[in-house]
Every structure is written in C-alpha cells, then in structure tokens.
C-alpha cells in the first residue's frame, strides 16, 4: 500500500495535476475580484473553493503516506513546511467580520507554484542564498546615496526646495533618479533654475525658491549619480542574484548525481539517514514480497 502511495505521488500526471489545482486556485481568487461575477455566481465558486482546498489537502496526506510510518519525513522538505501551512491556514475559522483577511489568506495559495515548480524554487532559493552578499551591496548602495544626498542638499536646496529641501526629501528624489522615472526633469530644474520650470502654484506658494542655475555642476552631479547607481550598483544585484543561481543549480546537480551513483559519504548525516530509511522500505517492501509469493507456492504444492 505505502510503495502504491509512494509511486502515485512521485508520478509525472501527479504533479501536472498538483499544478493544475493550484493554477485553478489562483483563477478562483481572482474571479471573486469581479462584483458582477460573484453576485451571478458567487455559490458555484464557493463550492469549487472549498473542492480545491481539500484536494490540497488530499494531496499532503498521500505526500506523508507515501513515507508510511515514517510520516514526518515530509516535514523534512522546507517545501513540504510551506504547502501545508498555507493548508492549514486556509483552514482556520474565520469570521465574516475577517472576510478580507480570509481572501488575503486564499491568495496565498498561488504561492504554491513556487513549490510546485523546480525552476522557480531555484530562483527562489537562489535569492535567499544570495541574501548575506546583497546586504553588503545594499550597505554601500546607502552610503553612496547618503553621500550625493547631503551633497545635493546643500547644492539645490535653494533652488529647488520641493525636492531637495532636507536628507529625507532628497534621498526620495535620488531614489527617483536611480530608478530614471522622469530623472532629467529633477536635472533640468538644477541646470536652468526653478524660475524657468514650470512647478505648480501650490508649490510655489508653499516653499521659498530662490532661482539659482548651476549647469555644469548639476550634469556632472546627477550623470555620475545614475551611472554610479543604475548601471554599477544596480547591476551588482543582478551580478550577485545570477551568480548564486548558479551556484544553485550546480549544488542541485550535484546532489542528483551523489544520489544517483549512491556516494553517500558526501551527504550530510540527515540525507544518509533518509537514503537508508527509503532503501530499508524497499527491501522490506521486497521481502513481503516474496514471502508472499513462497507461501502462494507453498499451499500449492501442498
């Protein structure tokens, strides 16, 4: 029964199927996004909500039968972990006074594919790999925004107090910048002064302005800005995230290969105990067996 369970779970169909429900999931949330489409047919999406939710957890039940008296190895896949607690969750009582919280909480399910999908949980973990390295690159992004920020304050505060009147402001301004969203009109205001920029009439009665053009100091200020920031900076995020991808997926070949030809003294103690434990099933699987079969030919002899 366990090795039927077991072959079922790991089959191809079964995860096209696991990802057809969770891809169903998702099309159900956002259907309920549409008033005119629950109000005709809120009771049959109620129903298929309630049919996904338990097949999803039809489908955590076999995963940990599969692993017979073993059951608590499925807790051993941190993917395993995150499935069932977005099952459980969306099975807790939830008043209607909770309603967005319960739609909140049935989103979630989507998430799913990223268990679901191998080439996503690479990326997946290839981010949270990546995490201590990006907190460095992060650290010195912030000094150098700190940097130009103190710098363009006292350079465009006077004039251009809407976006360079204290630390705060500017820092959401260079954050403008290195993003380019409409970067050379916060340029053009420094190159040519505020007088000859068109800002509104509430801005300009709420801030002082004191026109002041400063041409080549602003281009030099704000081109070494974006291509510190955009092209460098930012790159290095990319730099570090695709090199811990592939660090990633040569760790998971790895590992598939180990498995494969059975070099279990490269497997950390945990693995070696789940390989053994899976290979004691089988044979016990195998004894029962043939002493099934003996026996059969036993009584017909006898």
């Not at 594919?113 to 949270?128: A, H, N, Y």
Request: hydrophobic share 50%; aromatic share 12%; with cysteine.
């Amino acid at each position: 029964m366990v090795s039927a369970i077991h072959t079922l779970v790991n089959s191809p169909w079964f995860g096209r199927a696991v990802l057809w429900l969770i891809l169903l999931a998702a099309l159900l949330v956002g259907l309920e996004t549409s008033p005119r489409i629950v109000a005709e047919h809120g009771w049959w999406l109620h129903v298929l909500d309630e049919i996904v939710l338990w097949l999803f957890a039809l489908e955590a039940v076999l995963k940990m039968a599969s692993h017979g008296r073993r059951f608590y190895r499925y807790f051993l896949d941190p993917w395993n972990v995150f499935d069932f607690l977005i099952v459980v969750v969306c099975f807790l009582p939830v008043d209607s006074e909770y309603a967005a919280v319960l739609r909140l909480i049935r989103v979630l399910r989507t998430l799913r594919l990223i268990s679901s999908v191998p080439k996503l949980q690479l990326l997946v973990g290839s981010l949270l790999a990546s995490l201590p390295s990006l907190v460095f690159v992060a650290l010195l992004l912030g000094i150098m925004f700190y940097v130009y920020a103190v710098t363009g304050v006292f350079l465009f505060r006077a004039n251009d107090p809407v976006h360079f009147r204290d630390l705060g402001t500017a820092m959401l301004s260079l954050f403008r910048v290195v993003t380019l969203e409409d970067w050379t009109d916060v340029m053009y205001i420094q190159m040519y002064g505020s007088d000859q920029y068109p800002f509104s009439d509430a801005d300009r009665a709420r801030y002082d302005f004191e026109p002041q053009a400063r041409p080549l100091v602003s281009v030099a200020y704000f081109v070494s800005f974006v291509l510190l920031g955009t092209m460098i900076m930012l790159n290095l995020f990319i730099g570090v995230i695709i090199n811990s991808m592939e660090e990633a997926e040569d760790e998971r070949n790895r590992r598939q290969r180990e498995k494969s030809l059975g070099e279990d003294g490269k497997l950390t103690p945990a693995e070696e105990l789940v390989m053994l434990e899976e290979r004691m099933d089988d044979l016990l699987s195998q004894v029962r067996s043939l002493r099934g079969a003996l026996e059969k030919e036993e009584r017909r002899k006898g």
